[in-house]
């Protein structure tokens, strides 16, 4: 997932190459909305990620500026990670996937009424998704 590396010009397939894995967009997932920032709060997830591809997708990443890892302020052998700009711009992308997801495949409940919210004003949902994230770069 090096940013020198792509496979062609065209713009889907670099972005594949920074976020087009199995993980990745999970990880910015629980960035986003999963309130989740340190290494041992992603290996929670439900999907189960292993050590080595959780370690190798975040350095990915970071490489790529979608995150960026910080000092935690409790603990010298943790790191907080947080959505950099670069990342936040992603909201648009996984909200048309969760839309996309939704109208071809069952959502819980809770997920359905966000995806319904966003789905009325996509333009207010986004701005205000993405004032609430770039208050968390700030706040940590």
């Not at 190459?17 to 041992?40: A, E, H, P, Q």
């Not at 709060?41 to 990620?49: A, H, P, Q, Y």
Request: charged content about 35%; hydrophobic content about 35%.
């Amino acid at each position: 997932m090096e940013t020198s590396k792509k496979r062609s010009d065209c713009p889907l397939s670099g972005s594949l190459d920074v976020f087009g894995d199995k993980w990745s967009l999970l990880i910015v997932r629980d960035l986003m909305f999963g309130n989740k920032c340190t290494y041992n709060d992603f290996l929670k997830s439900d999907e189960g990620i292993a050590t080595n591809i959780l370690a190798s997708r975040l350095k990915g990443l970071e490489e790529n500026g979608i995150v960026e890892k910080s000092a935690h302020p409790d603990s010298k052998a943790k790191f907080l990670y947080r959505l950099t700009p670069k990342g936040i711009d992603l909201l648009p992308v996984i909200m048309e996937i969760y839309i996309w997801s939704d109208k071809h495949y069952e959502m819980p409940p809770d997920l359905k009424a966000t995806i319904r919210e966003a789905k009325k004003d996509k333009e207010k949902f986004t701005k205000q998704v993405t004032k609430e994230l770039k208050m968390r770069m700030v706040d940590k």
